[in-house]
């Protein structure tokens, strides 16, 4: 196996590229790579490999002092921009 690059190949794959540019879909002609499927079972592309909830109870965090933390950070980041 070659570990070269295959002309053909590129070629091929330039070809693609240029008859997308000029005949395809508005998002083919942008030139943005669109993945085949989404990176996720919900469809989206959610930041975090699991539920939030989920999370919070392997962590063995209850909601409620997950908000009262968020709370406080909240209210440390607004005293130190006071301050500013």
């Known amino acids: 196996m070659s570990r ?8 091929a794959a ?5 008859y ?4 395809g879909t ?9 993945p085949k499927k989404p990176p996720d079972a ?4 959610s930041p ?5 909830a989920e999370a919070l109870a392997k962590a063995g ?7 009262a933390d968020m709370r406080q950070t909240s209210e ?3 005293q130190v921009g006071e301050q500013v």
């Open 4 to 11: 070269g690059l295959d002309l053909a190949k590129v070629q």
């Open 20 to 23: 997308r540019a000029v005949h």
């Open 76 to 78: 440390k980041f607004r």
């Open 26 to 34: 508005r998002e083919e002609r942008s030139g943005r790579f669109l």
């Open 42 to 45: 919900n469809g989206g592309l």
């Open 61 to 67: 965090v209850s909601k409620d002092e997950a908000a």
């Open 14 to 18: 330039l070809d693609r590229a240029a």
């Open 48 to 52: 975090y490999p699991e539920e939030p």
